[in-house]
């Protein structure tokens, strides 16, 4: 499926996804608008059918089920390679969004484990409750949705960090009074459904044997080491601890990428949303974590910039208050490595390890995780390092006795083949050819 | 005397085990890391079946010996060495014709080379075509999984005494009155030696120039495609007869014949484009494309399994498709072991071995002038 | 509704649900073992980013359970190990 390229394609149909296609429709591009799921908006806006939060004037540029697989860079513009043929564009924006990070503990694989994210798919977008006694744990403020949806069926929330540190960031909050009443309001539904909300407290242990049927929750000291345990019975668990940016095609594009406050790499952007490479935007979490009303205004920058406008400054101004209290957010929710035991399994593909992946360094000399994952296979499996890759990077700079770095993330997150294509799919190009 | 190997890919890890295991002392220097150089980029083959009577035949026919040594010592397990055997396809009547030839030409070398009727075929590979016209079965041909027998090889060299250094990158080369290298300037600061081994694979020239001693060494961009993880359903290294004749070709462009096998971690690896195009780390989809048509080809179960990943090496190629190995007249106390081509995972035991014998004075256990540093000389 | 079979037992699911939401709303947690450890795995992302949910249907292994919607008549089945054992040899 060739036909004449769009002046812009946007891929994702999130937040930002979506802002940044309805902004460059606004100003008269030819846009066309790919997300890899049947029906857009993204991981937000989920929604069964016959709700549809996509505006009327942009339906008619969304390709639905357009996974991109690959991107290719030519002279005049883009060749996007999904799995339901090739789009062509002048201009890119890329608006992939995140999925929740994982930190493994023992247990972690069992059956009725979910990621904060899966609980909420499966709730919002078909109806379904991953159980009725669902501990809630991880760290950040989307714990906090997650749980007042699952309402009565929640038996905690056990978040690793403390919203307290926001007290010392008092102007990035004053910037954003919504962002206050928000959580304020989702305390005060976990409060009416009667749901333990427990800080500095983790889950460090699942057990069951064929599903998960109790959790061992910690209280954490200061330095992140559990102090005093305590087992709570549940038939589901749904962890988190923020996000991954999905920077499959920032990557095969070459853009630019570093270490975000949060420990994730994220693609760089200009002031006007620019990636480093000439005619690609970046729009929402892969230019770095901040919630849907951030990548709603990044969207709209990128959409109107690229249509050749120039973006409100208003809209300048919004980002620039939200990027505060995403700082603030990242620096009161940290993130540590955990200190998984030994036989903990880090990569849940190939069934790898944490002693595997320490012995590759002590034993095997291995200086970085793409060494690691060569000789222990963490993310050598069919996610390809999508779950595993921030731990294991964590594990391998700790046993180097380092910090992690972007090289170590990037080592991890480059993905030459962005979705599964078949070999038989792939053979069909050359009759093309 | 003291050996210093700049390179801790497979062949720097198969020269500093054999010359620990002489006795000699060692030191390992890498700028990147283990194994993370030209050796990532390769797919383990030990093939004796896709070479001509000939220097290298001879070399890989000694490898395969010493890949047998280095399992029994090392244990095949920590190396996914695997003697799984190689078989070579033919799909029509003049390729049959080529390939009966050669196993001829082999058998008289010592190759162990067995003919195929087509109707034999599928007892050897079940999940094969129909659609051949024979073949020819390699028992000798072995899969090893490089970066973690050159951990595991490197591994085995410190527990015999040897030091390995990653990122640390060789800047310089020192050298006495006499001209004979001495050791060699390093980013941690100068380091001295009594020989300083070349084994940086595809950036052996490089290095060679550092010495002063240049060595025509070229990369050769290769792809190789990994599937979706699958039970055991392809039993050796399986190949089209044209294989043999893209491996000595000297055709710039791309050339692609395809190689499927299996791996014990359940992928199977396709390889093998071969495109003269310098240090270009871009993804070429046609190329791509092209071996995924040639694997489902030969076996085409393939057509319904997914792609995981793809990656591509660089392999080191003299242009006479030799490797480079033993001392280096022009600069005494230098020795190379480099510019393997894709062959270097097989040759690597050998080459080890024989830069071991070199460097303790044994004979060597074969003729190493055609394999001369300054045979390239104008 | 929507009526499929999973290892031969009926299950209803609402129609534009993924095979994965029905089967959790039907009560299963699994329906894959690991190729090592044959251990069992079900859902874990929901959202098609782990590759641990998958599952056979009509006869194709390796598809995620979480992103595949469930037709009408679709026969699903658990998937042991790579999920290709015709294929061994």
Known sequence: ?433 | ?378 | MTTFSFDGEEVTAEPGQSVGAALLAAGYRSWRTTRHGGAPRGLFCGIGVCFDCLVVVNGRPGLRACLTEVRDGDVVSSQEGAGRDHLAC
């Open chain 1, 1 to 433: 499926m060739t036909t004449s390229p769009a002046d812009i394609a946007v891929i994702g149909a999130g937040p930002a996804g979506l802002a940044a296609a309805a902004a460059a429709r606004g100003r008269g591009a030819r846009v066309a608008l790919l997300d890899s799921a049947g029906r857009p908006g993204g991981q937000y806006w989920r929604h069964r059918d016959g709700h549809n939060p996509i505006p009327a004037s942009l339906r008619q540029d969304i390709l639905a089920g357009h996974a991109v697989w690959h991107v290719e860079v030519e002279a005049d513009g883009f060749v996007l390679h999904t799995t339901a043929g090739e789009v062509r564009a002048r201009t890119v924006i890329v608006a992939t969004g995140a999925y929740d990070r994982q930190l493994p503990f023992p247990g972690w694989t069992l059956p009725g484990v979910f990621t904060a994210g899966g609980a909420q798919a499966m709730l919002k977008g078909h109806g379904v409750p991953v159980g009725d006694r669902v501990v809630v744990a991880g760290t950040g403020p989307f714990l906090l949705p997650v749980a007042a949806a699952l309402r009565h069926r929640v038996t905690g929330v056990f978040e690793a960090g403390s919203p307290l540190g926001f007290a010392r960031h008092p102007l990035a909050v004053a910037r954003n009074p919504g962002k206050l009443v928000e959580g304020a309001r989702y305390l005060r539904a976990l409060h009416g459904h009667r749901i333990p909300f427990h800080t500095r407290t983790a889950v460090v242990a699942a057990h069951g044997d064929d599903r998960v049927h109790a959790v061992t929750v910690a209280r954490l000291d200061r330095n992140r080491r559990p102090v005093s345990e305590r087992e709570i019975e549940c038939d589901a668990v749904a962890v988190g601890y923020g996000f991954t940016p999905q920077l499959e095609l920032p990557l095969q594009l070459g853009c630019d990428t570093r270490l975000d406050a949060d420990g994730s790499l994220v693609a760089t952007a200009d002031e006007w949303q620019r990636a480093s490479v000439p005619g690609v935007y970046l729009a929402g979490e892969v230019c770095g974590v901040g919630g849907a009303q951030l990548s709603v205004v990044e969207g709209a920058i990128a959409g109107a910039h690229a249509a050749g406008a120039r973006p409100r400054r208003s809209l300048l101004r919004k980002r620039a208050a939200l990027r505060a209290f995403a700082a603030a957010m990242h620096d009161t929710y940290r993130v540590g490595a955990g200190r998984p035991a030994d036989d903990t399994i880090v990569c849940r593909c190939e069934e790898v390890t944490v002693r595997e992946v320490r012995e590759s360094v002590v034993d095997l000399g291995a200086t970085d995780p793409r060494g690691v994952k060569l000789l222990a296979r963490p993310g050598m499996g069919l996610c390809q390092g999508r779950v595993c890759g921030y731990a294991t990077a964590c594990l391998v700079a700790e046993a180097c006795g380092r910090p992690v770095t972007a090289a170590d993330l990037r080592g991890l997150a480059a993905r030459p083949i962005a979705a599964p294509v078949t070999l038989g799919n792939l053979a069909e190009g050359v009759e093309d050819a």
């Open chain 2, 1 to 378: 005397m003291d050996v210093l190997v700049i390179g801790a890919g497979m062949v720097g890890a198969a020269c500093a085990y054999h010359c620990a295991a002489a006795g000699l002392r060692v030191t390992v220097l890498d700028r990147g890391g283990v194994a993370t150089g030209t050796t990532s980029g390769g797919e383990g083959n030990i093939l004796v079946s896709d070479k001509e009577p000939g220097p290298e035949l001879d070399l890989a026919l000694l490898s395969v010996r010493r890949w047998r040594i280095l399992g029994e010592r090392i244990g095949a397990d920590r190396l996914e060495l695997e003697h799984k055997g190689g078989v070579v396809v033919a799909r029509s009547a003049p390729a049959l014709a080529g390939l009966a030839d050669l196993t001829g030409r082999q058998r008289a070398c010592g190759v162990d080379a067995v003919d195929v009727t087509a109707g034999d075929l599928p007892a050897l590979e079940p999940n094969l075509t129909r659609d051949v016209t024979g073949g020819a079965h390699y028992p000798q041909d072995m899969q090893v999984q490089p970066m973690l027998a050159a951990a595991a090889l490197l591994r085995a060299a410190r527990d015999l005494g040897a030091t390995v250094h990653t990122g640390t990158e060789v800047r310089g080369f020192l050298f006495g009155r006499d001209g004979a290298v001495t050791g060699v300037r390093a980013g941690s600061g100068d380091r001295a030696a009594g020989w300083v081994v070349n084994a940086a694979g595809t950036w052996g020239g490089e290095v060679a120039d550092l010495a002063g001693a240049p060595l025509p060494v070229l990369p050769r961009k290769g792809f190789v495609l990994v599937t979706e993880p699958l039970p055991r359903v392809i039993r050796h290294k399986v190949y089209t007869a044209d294989y043999v004749a893209g491996v000595a070709s000297d055709d710039a462009g791309l050339e692609t014949s395809v190689v499927v096998e299996g791996t014990r971690a359940g992928t199977v690896l396709i390889g093998a484009s071969r495109e003269r195009v310098g240090f270009d780390r871009r993804m070429s989809l046609p190329v791509i494309r092209e071996l995924a048509a040639q694997a489902i080809g030969l076996f085409p179960f393939l057509a319904d399994v997914t792609l995981l990943r793809t990656y591509l090496g660089f392999r080191p190629y003299c242009p006479d498709h030799l490797p480079v190995i033993g001392p280096d007249p022009r600069v005494p106390g230098l020795v190379h072991a480099c510019g393997h081509e894709g062959a270097g995972i097989g040759l690597s035991a050998a080459t080890g071995h024989l830069i071991a014998q070199t460097l303790t004075g044994a004979t060597p256990d074969l003729d190493l002038a055609p394999f001369r540093p300054e045979r390239f000389a104008a």
